[in-house]
């Protein structure tokens, strides 16, 4: 079965900091991989997908993702973090048929101090 | 206008109640799922259905039963609440095989 390890629970960066976020995960195939992200009270929203071909995957509002096989790891990064960005970001892990099912990870608190 | 959309958007009620959540996509997705978010915001998926048809059933107590009756449509009633019901439910869609899913703003459901 595929799990998901986001090692940081809670992280805070400084506004125009720069910003990591780790996600590992445990699958025996090529796994599809997401990023999601939720503000207090909302829903998730997609920020990026990883399928297969470029390892780099851009997303929106300015994040990206790097899938490194060799590592298990689907790390989400942004070059310069606004205040705005502060949420929940959830990583996941889907397999490819078996239903479409995601494993979520437990999330990890960004909080960005101005 | 909403891709994924669900009602209510809160839902307080007594031990012992029967309740239900609907959801409905307007995506054209053939499939759709309920996740459980609970306290600690740990998400995990409850059901999935393709076509109207029951595709995942993770360990769930069958208090719970989800109902599709149509590919736009997945509802969750919820029979004989218990305090440990208490959570966000989302209702998700997706294309099958395609992998990403779109979530709805989820139902805060309190158990008192």
């Known amino acids: 079965a595929q799990s998901v390890t986001q090692p940081d629970i809670h992280i805070t960066v400084s506004e125009g900091a720069s910003l990591e976020l780790r996600c590992n995960y445990s699958?025996?195939?090529?796994?599809?991989l997401f990023w999601y992200v939720q503000s207090p009270g909302q829903g998730l929203q997609l920020l990026l997908k990883y399928f297969s071909g470029d390892t780099l995957v851009q997303g929106i509002k300015g994040f990206e993702a790097e899938f490194k096989r060799s590592q298990s790891s689907f790390n989400l990064r942004k070059p310069s973090v606004h205040w705005s960005d502060a949420a929940e970001y959830f990583c996941a892990v889907g397999v490819r048929g078996g239903g479409n099912k995601l494993t979520f990870g437990t999330g990890t608190q960004l909080k960005v101090e101005l | 206008d909403t891709a994924v959309s669900q009602t209510p958007k809160y839902l307080v009620t007594q031990m012992g109640n029967d309740k239900s959540i609907k959801c409905e996509q307007n995506?054209?997705?053939?499939?759709m799922y309920w996740y459980k978010q609970d306290s600690k915001k740990f998400l995990k998926i409850m059901f999935s259905y393709n076509n109207k048809e029951l595709i995942i059933n993770e360990t769930v107590p069958n208090r719970f039963s989800p109902k599709s009756p149509d590919k736009a449509h997945l509802n969750l009633h919820i029979n004989s609440l218990e305090l440990g019901d208490s959570a966000v439910y989302f209702c998700a869609s997706s294309q099958k095989g395609v992998g990403e899913q779109y979530f709805g703003p989820g139902t805060r459901l309190t158990v008192t």
């Open positions: 995506l054209g997705h053939d499939t």
């Open positions: 699958y025996g195939a090529t796994p599809y």
